[in-house]
T-cell receptor, first 109, second 116 residues
Framework: DAKTTQPTSMDCAEGRAANLPCNHS???????VYWYRQIHSQGPQYIIH?????ETNEMASLIITEDRKSSTLILPHATLRDTAVYYC??????????WGAGTKLIIKP | GAVVSQHPSWVICKSGTSVKIECRSL??????MFWYRQFPKQSLMLMAT?????????EQGVEKDKFLINHASLTLSTLTVTSAHPEDSSFYIC????????????FGPGTRLTVT
């Protein structure tokens, strides 16, 4: 599975859009990009996933570049409850998830 | 949505004793369950994968005789930490999947184990 690179931490003002980047330059054609988040001392929560088209759900939007080497998770109106560690994972199949260090997102009032 | 519970949410035990952690899928049948361990300020590390009715598959470096996993039904998997030591203190998280789609892996709230 392709490796991902994410910034260690980011800050965002409450009410603004939070844009979390992820690099996956070695991604192959059949690998999906998944995003999960983990609020402190809780289990991870699925956010969104995509292959090559941009995706949107009630939680977030996922923008994948045309060459698929990077993606951005967008939380359109961040709230204090969005403070968490966000994980970008690339996976082709099976159920195992390989977790990187993720990005610690801090939403500031 | 699919809910996974864990019990207990936290436990403190003495060194040398054994601790059992339960993972239940409350409103769906889980064909596969996963057990993760997470040390403070670190990412999740997969410990083992279990399928109902069969032996668990352990990741490299995880002692199967120390971390006993039983997946006796489609809604329950247990992790027993045998002869626990302080270095086993960690956050243990389970997840479960119905097997329909890869992203449908639902996580429990985690169990904080402290061994004194």
């Amino acid at each position: 599975d392709a490796k991902t690179t994410q910034p260690t931490s980011m800050d965002c003002a409450e009410g603004r859009a939070a844009n979390l980047p992820c690099n996956h330059s070695t991604i192959s054609g059949n690998e999906y990009v998944y995003w999960y988040r983990q609020i402190h001392s809780q289990g991870p929560q699925y956010i969104i996933h995509g292959l090559k088209n941009n995706e949107t759900n009630e939680m977030a939007s996922l923008i994948i570049t045309e060459d698929r080497k990077s993606s951005t998770l967008i939380l359109p109106h961040a709230t204090l409850r969005d403070t968490a560690v966000y994980y970008c994972i690339v996976r082709s199949g099976g159920y195992q998830l390989i977790w990187g260090a993720g990005t610690k997102l801090i939403i500031k009032p | 949505g699919a809910v996974v519970s864990q019990h207990p949410s936290w436990v403190i035990c003495k060194s040398g004793t054994s601790v059992k952690i339960e993972c239940r899928s409350l409103d769906f049948q889980a064909t596969t369950m996963f057990w993760y361990r997470q040390f403070p300020k670190q990412s999740l590390m997969l410990m083992a994968t279990s399928n109902e009715g069969s032996k668990a598959t352990y990741e490299q470096g995880v002692e199967k005789d120390k971390f006993l996993i039983n997946h006796a039904s489609l809604t329950l998997s247990t992790l027993t930490v045998t002869s626990a030591h302080p270095e086993d203190s960690s956050f243990y998280i389970c997840s479960a999947t119905m097997g329909l789609a890869f992203y449908e892996q639902y996580f429990g709230p985690g169990t904080r184990l402290t061994v004194t």
